[in-house]
């Protein structure tokens, strides 16, 4: 395929036509330098497409169809990955400024997501789960190792490997592809055949380490119907941010695909087993629903931190309704 | 006639071709499908287009409608705006033989490469017997019209040539699914098949071809998940091994 200036009209910036023009006539310039040239394509339509060496690859094939743009698309299709990166990077970038911050995640009795189960021992005063503390005290560079470090990584790991999710980031990271029909700005592709996305064969266990902490947040849930000298047979704001985020949680995790096989998707015979298959009805009902699930449980975790570290740092007061 | 509309419909052959500009009359109600034949009778007499059933049924007008694989006989022209521009292509994951044609052949291969059912030794032709809730997940996937828009969208073979030799593509998966689901089929390494042969672990799960099947098949969360998970069982999951070794499951391997 030929990328002449003509096809680049579209371009505001006279330099960056020209820079766009000559990386592809290049061939292969490094993803980073290609950034400019990649965004733009976000916006691209058959007037302008991407300038980046495709020739000989994909839809631009010998024998396929002879067009120059890399999609047809009128609609939006740029709006969902695009606000998928929004949401998501903003989520990344708050869980992370929460995971080190330590602190501000325990106001008696609601104690955050983040933090929970507080596992090490320079948790909190009365913070530390029923399990006790598994960790000690760790240094490093001068900083307290906060407990959150020790634990973020299992939900973590569930929600990078969940099927979910993983369409939305390999759409909206990784561009591959950005949107249904159009074309993907990768040379090679290898699926998820080699390391690491291998690993992502590793989703039951994930899902199984997610159900234990879900554990903990129930039971964190239930402790909230305690006032804050830990009396029991109250209730509070609180109690039904937590009870909320537990709920959310457990139906992200039961609408799992993962769910659903180990529940009775991996059977040929439902006829024999009937109570599995009954099981399998039910968590494939959810399943319909857990791109929505997905979501709501990740904005639930969220804003049950954000509640527990504005109730911590007093700068709300945690209202009791009796 | 209700309305004018312009199209810009992709002409030519394995060799070039492009975008030809065409006006044409169109009435309330009909379909890209009535529009493309009324240009064929009025404006481009050679104009080649794959149809038969006009019904959403057989599967042979796909083809690209403003960039979305799509059949061409269950997409109303209303659907679009009295000033938009219809651009109409052929597939772009095949090759063209002619104007909206294209060379489906990569499909049928694929078709071959899928071991066929294999029916109990023990069982002989009209004794089996199955229960409706056995075979009712399999029954979605016997929905596939073979329209290969799935095929189409799928970015692992329309954005790589390369990957056609070692990746059947979404169609073929359902079918994988629809056997290793079968209560009666005694082919013991379809999962391993599945992943080894047909390219399963190249698909990174991305939808499009749910997205655009005419038949509504829940391609990706019923059939290649499933087989995705299955071939965790065989193939990565260490515990499910052992528990087969030990207990010599049955339907595991």
Redesign the interface.
Known sequence: MKTGKGNLRGFKSHALRQFCAKSHSCGRFHLYKRAPCLALNVLGH?TSPMAIDTS????F???????TAR?????KWWLQPFITVLVLFSFIVYATFRAFENGKYFAQPLISPFYSPCLASNCVKDSTSFVGTFFGTYHVLGMTVSPSLFILIFPLAFRMTC?YY??AY??SFWM??PA?????P?T??????RAP??LQ????YAFYAGLVFNVFLTIDAVGAFRNEKGQWGHMSIGTLVLLANATFLWLYSASC??C??TVG???????QHPIR?KLWTWVSIL??KHQQFAWVSLFGVALADLYVRQVSGHSIRNLYFF | MARTLKLRIWRGNDKDGGLQDVTVEANNGEVVLDIIHRVQATQMGDLAVRWNCKAGKCGSCSMEINGKPRLACMTQVSAYGEDEVITITPLRAFPVIKDLVTDLSFNYKKAMEVRAYEHPADLAPGEARMQQIDVERSQEFRKCIECFLCQDTCHVIRDHEENKKSFAGPRFFIRLAELDMHPLDTLRNRKQSAQEEHGLGMCNITKCCTEVCPEHIRITDNAIIPMKERVVDVKYDPLRWLGSVIRKREGIL
Do not use: M, W
């Open positions: 058959e000989g690859n994909g839809v094939s010998e024998g396929r169809a002879k067009l999609t047809l698309r009128t609609d099927y993983r369409k390999y759409r591959s592809p249904c029909a159009v074309a993907e990768h090679k592709y290898t699926g998820e055949t996305l291998i064969n590793g989703h039951r695909h993962t659903r096989h998707g991996r059977l040929r015979n439902f006829s298959y399943n319909h």
